[in-house]
């Protein structure tokens, strides 16, 4: 089973390039990282013209992109619901832990990244499960979980590895 961290927040709390950022540096320490975003709104990876537009437009409801660099695959959900974490988690290829961008009200461990700046500064903590740390922009009090810098990458990917591996990432022993 991956082990899974999410990255949550308010609107411009920093939560992508918190996400960005964390992605980049465990990455650089060896490991094999995915990562799932989750989007409140409508969106689409393809442009109007292209092959695959085309072919969806006339109907497909799925469509593999594939080259000898990457492979994507779109999936039109017409009148499906839309997927659980659950579900789009099971269809990710094996790594070292993946990172989940948003979907605050699902249970998987967080950390909340915090901004002066976000639409919102009230705290997640008791109102979203399973926040784990915190990573602020700004000064932290009244919290019991571990608060990091925003800008603290090093320390939040050691938060991180050390919550993923309890006893140590493979190989380190």
């Known amino acids: ?65 594939v080259s ?22 099971g269809r990710l290829s094996p790594c070292d832990i993946v990172v989940v961008e948003g979907y605050k009200r699902e249970d998987h461990p967080k950390i909340e990244a915090r901004r002066s700046a976000a639409t919102d500064t009230s705290p997640m903590t008791g109102r979203f499960a399973n926040i784990v740390a915190i990573a602020a922009d700004h000064s932290v009090s009244d919290e019991s979980l571990p608060v990091f810098d925003l800008d603290d990458i090093a320390a939040i990917a050691d938060f991180v590895v050390a919550w993923a591996w309890p006893g140590g990432p493979p190989g380190s022993s």
Not at 6 to 12: A, E, F, L, M, V
Not at 36 to 62: C, L, M, P, Y
Request: charged share 25%.
């Open 1 to 65: 089973m991956n082990r899974i961290i999410g990255i949550t927040g308010w609107k411009n709390s920093g939560k992508t390039t918190l996400t960005e950022r964390l992605v980049a540096e465990l990455a650089r320490r060896g490991y094999k990282v995915a990562t799932v975003k989750h989007a409140h709104h409508g969106f689409d990876i393809d442009r109007q013209g292209t092959d695959s537009w085309r072919h969806r437009q006339a109907g497909a409801r799925e469509v593999a992109i």
């Open 68 to 89: 000898s660099n990457r492979w994507a695959l779109m999936h039109e959900l017409q009148d499906e619901p839309e997927p659980t974490l659950a579900a789009v988690l």
